[in-house]
C-alpha cells in the first residue's frame, strides 16, 4: 500500500491504450487497487484510473464524499469499476469544470453525456451496471477516458474556459482532481 507518483500530461502512457483484466481477486490487482485508493485519497481526488500511475490496466476508482466545503457537490459512490463499457442513455451533452491529477492546477469545461449506463466488474469479478447522470456519469466519463488513452483537454471546445485554478476560482479553496 503506497502513495504512488501519478504521470502529468505529456508522458506518453497517459495516451495508451489500456489492456482488459483478465484475472478477478488477485492479490496483484488487490495490491494495485490498494496503492490506486492511497494515491486517490492523498492527492483528494474524485478518481483515479490505473494508467495515471503507469499501470496499462482497465481499471478506475473514483468516489465523492459529501464535504461540508462544497455543499452543491453531488455525492458519487466510491466504486471500483475495471473493464467498463459506458452507453450514453441521450445524446444531449452537459458542459462542466473539470480538473484532473495528471493536469495539475489547472481546470476546463468538458462536454460530457448527460445519462449513460455503465457496466463492468469490481475486484471480485462481481458485474457493476448504473445507469446514472449529472456528476456521477461525468467522473465515470472522464476516468474511462483514460483508459483510451484521452485527457480531458482533448475534448474541450472553447479553450476561453480552460486555465489555471488559482487564476479561474481565486476565492474557493479547491484541489488538483
Ligand atoms: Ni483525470
Not at 99 to 109: A, Q, T
Request: aromatic share 8%.
Amino acid at each position: 500500500m503506497a502513495v504512488r507518483e501519478v504521470l502529468r500530461m505529456g508522458d506518453p502512457r497517459l495516451l495508451a491504450r489500456a489492456q482488459p483484466v483478465e484475472e478477478f481477486d488477485t492479490p496483484e490487482l488487490h495490491a494495485l487497487l490498494a496503492d490506486m485508493q492511497d494515491t486517490m485519497a492523498a492527492l483528494d481526488g474524485a478518481g483515479l484510473a490505473a494508467p495515471q500511475i503507469g499501470v496499462g490496466l482497465q481499471v478506475v476508482v473514483f468516489g465523492v464524499e459529501q464535504n461540508p466545503r462544497y455543499p452543491d457537490a453531488e455525492e458519487v459512490p466510491r466504486t471500483v469499476l475495471i473493464n467498463p463499457t459506458l452507453t450514453p442513455l441521450a445524446n444531449d451533452l452537459e458542459d462542466g469544470w473539470e480538473g484532473c491529477l495528471s493536469v495539475p492546477g489547472m481546470r476546463g469545461v468538458v462536454p460530457r453525456y448527460a445519462r449513460l449506463r455503465y457496466q463492468g466488474f469490481d475486484q471480485y469479478g462481481k458485474p457493476i451496471d448504473r445507469s446514472v447522470d449529472g456528476f456521477h456519469a461525468r467522473v465515470v466519463q472522464h476516468e474511462c477516458d483514460h483508459l483510451i488513452g484521452v485527457l480531458y483537454p482533448m475534448r474541450i471546445r472553447d479553450f476561453r474556459q480552460f486555465g489555471f485554478t488559482e487564476v479561474l476560482f481565486p476565492d474557493e479553496d479547491i484541489g488538483d482532481d
